[in-house]
């Protein structure tokens, strides 16, 4: 039985390879067309724009594209986020140092992971109704974290009115290089976001390629009953698969702390587009057991194009959402079809 997964997978691999360098072609046509559009389009500085905007997608992209591999999905990715970015928020506007409010936010992030792939594989609640139930929970959590309302400045020099002036420049210190290490950080001519972004994806492709939970998490996707019988434990995969999700969508709200200097209750909004977007676009499948994460890099980076070039002919707001929900729409049905016919 193992070798026939494995036979399964590698065929899957395949064609997700191949999704990949149809999905880059697309991405070269869109390049070129913003660029006839705009001369200043392929710039140094709007690329650097692009690729920090890219980044998040990319990590959000890897967290729903782990969940989906299995044959799940993850709709509470933004609201993990928000709470990610509001508890790390609060912590620091109360002194406490930035390594730690961090640590204590993704821990939370983690233990809504936990829960998703326990309600989903131990009690079999089907994955949309079980993270649409923590998605609102986390969002919660996030609302009550300040007392239902954003946080002031996390560098703001009224947190520091009860400790020494000592303690007071230690910790503007460490806030200040919190937030170059997860935004503001140049390393050439990349932002630290970027950065953060492909190392995630090097681990995280790393392990879906070349382990064993990896290999489990494609043969579960694929077929699940067959996944049983060849002993892999389902719960297992699937758990790891959500923590994976919650814990990158706890980054992304890291970043966008670092980024703002507060915690936003609304921070992660629509986020759980943007993660199904980049993944399907970059050719993960809806239905499990196929895709790889550089398809989910190219369809990050397809998703920001089309935004920043549209923003940057004009095009309303409305318009972009449109284009960019009939792309993945047409995405996720040629799936389907695809699949469908294989049959």
């Not at 149809?22 to 991405?27: A, E, R």
């Not at 998040?56 to 992209?61: A, E």
């Not at 919660?140 to 020099?157: F, V, Y």
């Not at 969508?249 to 980024?259: K, R, S």
Request: hydrophobic share 50%; with cysteine; proline share 2%.
């Amino acid at each position: 039985m193992g070798i026939k997964l494995n036979g399964i997978q590698r065929a899957f691999r395949a064609r997700g390879v191949g999704q990949v360098i149809v999905v880059s072609g697309f991405l070269i046509v869109l390049l070129a067309i913003f660029q006839m559009l705009n001369n200043n389009f392929l710039g140094p500085r709007n690329i650097q724009n692009l690729l920090r905007q890219i980044a998040p997608f990319i990590i959000v992209g890897i967290a729903q594209s782990y969940v989906l591999i299995t044959g799940n999905i993850d709709l509470s990715i933004g609201s993990v986020l928000g709470m990610s970015c509001m508890i790390s928020a609060t912590l620091m506007t109360h002194n406490v140092p930035p390594v730690f409010a961090a640590g204590i936010a993704l821990i939370a992030c983690m233990v809504v992971g936990v829960a998703n792939g326990f309600l989903v594989a131990q009690f079999k609640l089907p994955p949309f109704i079980a993270t649409l139930g923590t998605m609102t929970i986390a969002r919660g959590i996030a609302q009550i974290s300040n007392g239902s309302r954003n946080t002031r400045a996390i560098d703001s020099s009224e947190n520091y009115k009860l400790i020494s002036p000592e303690a007071a420049e230690s910790l503007r210190s460490q806030i200040e290089a919190f937030k170059n290490f997860f935004y503001y950080h140049k390393f050439g001519f990349l932002f630290s976001t970027i950065i953060i972004a492909l190392v995630i994806w090097f681990i995280f492709n790393f392990i879906l390629t070349s382990t064993k939970i990896g290999r489990h998490m494609y043969a579960v996707g694929s077929n699940i009953e067959a996944a049983k019988m060849s002993g892999i434990s389902v719960l297992k995969v699937t758990m790891v698969a959500y923590v994976v999700s919650a814990l990158c969508a706890g980054v992304v709200g890291l970043i966008q702390t670092a980024q703002s200097g507060t915690g936003d209750m609304s921070a992660g909004n629509t986020y759980e587009l943007y993660a199904v977007a980049a993944s399907v676009i970059g050719g993960v499948s809806t239905l499990g057991g196929q895709g790889i994460l550089l398809g989910t890099i190219v369809g990050a980076a397809i998703w920001s194009t089309l935004s920043n070039g549209l923003s940057l002919a004009n095009v309303p707001i409305a318009i972009q959402n449109i284009t960019v929900g009939i792309i993945v729409v047409i995405s996720v049905l040629s799936d389907v079809i695809i699949r469908q016919r294989k049959k």
